[in-house]
Antibody
């Protein structure tokens, strides 16, 4: 059974940093791309970032480009999202997803972790 | 940037058929995926690559893509189908993933 467990969320002040982690199990982690999607309170889904299975290709949504960095550690079956220069509008539930690379399909989702940016 | 347009809401009586549309340019060249999100839960993939269903998704969920509109059709709607539904594509020209704004399905 595929499981994705996010951690690292919480309350952070504007301008601060936070690193999210997502531990995966139930599939061969190193063979799949991984991805982050977020959802602001009461709003729709917004794509954040994705990383290829080899880690050599990364892509970012326009609203986070230059501030967020996605990475992975296959030895720990973990994908990370380093978030810097956080803004109030980054407040959201962040979901980790498994990625089907060819069509950029998100076939499994974690339960999500809340990030709140506020003073 | 690429935009996907969904109706904000769709209402249907139990047992009837619900159709949720997703509009975008040049859809014929893109694969459309659909996600269901029930209140307080993470999204679930219900249709991928226009019309394929993941294992465990009932045959009542059917996807199609024609011209500039993709459609998620849910037949014999049940109360448990009440949820927000999102379409999603990958715009290969910009290497960006795009979600539609979501459609709230209400079962009357």
């Amino acid at each position: 059974e595929v499981q994705l467990l996010e951690s690292g969320g919480g309350l952070v002040q504007p301008g601060g940093s936070l690193r999210l982690s997502c531990v995966a199990s139930g599939f061969t982690f190193s063979s799949y791309g991984m991805n982050w999607v977020r959802q602001a309170p009461g709003k729709g889904l917004e794509w954040v970032s994705l990383i290829s299975s080899s880690g050599d290709k990364t892509f970012y949504g326009d609203s986070v480009k230059g501030r967020f960095t996605i990475s992975r550690d296959d030895s720990k079956s973990t994908v990370f999202l380093q978030m810097n220069s956080l803004r109030a509008e980054d407040t959201a539930v962040y979901y980790c997803t498994k990625l089907l690379w060819a069509s950029r399909t998100f076939d499994y989702w974690g339960q999500g972790i809340l990030v709140t940016v506020s003073s | 940037s690429y935009v996907l347009t969904q109706p904000p809401s769709v209402s249907v009586a139990p047992g009837q058929t619900a159709r949720i549309t997703c509009g975008g340019d040049n859809f014929g060249s893109k694969s459309v995926h659909w996600y269901q999100q029930k209140p307080g839960q993470a999204p679930v993939l219900v249709v991928y690559d226009d019309s394929d269903r993941p294992s465990g998704i009932p045959e009542r969920f059917f996807g199609s893509n024609s011209g500039n509109t993709a459609t998620l059709t849910i037949s014999r709607v049940e109360a448990g189908d009440e949820a927000d539904y999102y379409c999603q594509v990958w715009d290969s020209s910009s290497d960006l993933v795009v979600f539609g704004g979501g459609t709230k399905l209400t079962v009357l």
